[in-house]
């Protein structure tokens, strides 16, 4: 003998099938407001590292449009200074290259700006190619792409005409 629910019942399953969805819908929202906050964390904290490097660079013009056989004959600390120059940049480019994948004008910026590194960047991944290797995969691939399309290259790693 089947016994019928009561409208009580049917309607209490109802409603807690209700509360269920309403739930999972607020942890679903959740989790697109933690992506969305990452994501924009990510994205002010590139542009506040490619904004320091472009200040690092006002005050250092002779870094950022370098006479690279100067630097080589200056000083132990001058070069060590444009050494970290040119990895604060490479840092600042990675980061802007994470964060804004979908926005060329990113990567137009920093290719401009990584020309004029280029003989450096050769000479020290001749001489310490570990260098390189303390930066993601994608910048490695730019920066090597970068000295094969510049035609700079070991031994002399000067820039070719482009």
Known sequence: MTQQAAWWQKHGTLAQM???TVALLGFVAI???INEIRTSNRASSARSAFLGYTDLAFQNPKFAQPDYEAIKAASREERSQYE???SYFLY???ETFA???DKREWQASCDYDLKPH???LCEKNQAQPAYLATYGADTQQWVKTSLKT???APPDCKLGKT
Do not use: K, T, Y
């Open 92 to 94: 600042a480019c990675e």
């Open 118 to 120: 280029l003989p450096f």
């Open 150 to 152: 510049a035609s700079v």
């Open 31 to 33: 989790l697109l407001q």
């Open 18 to 20: 209700a509360q269920a």
């Open 99 to 101: 964060a804004f994948a």
């Open 84 to 86: 970290s120059f040119v």
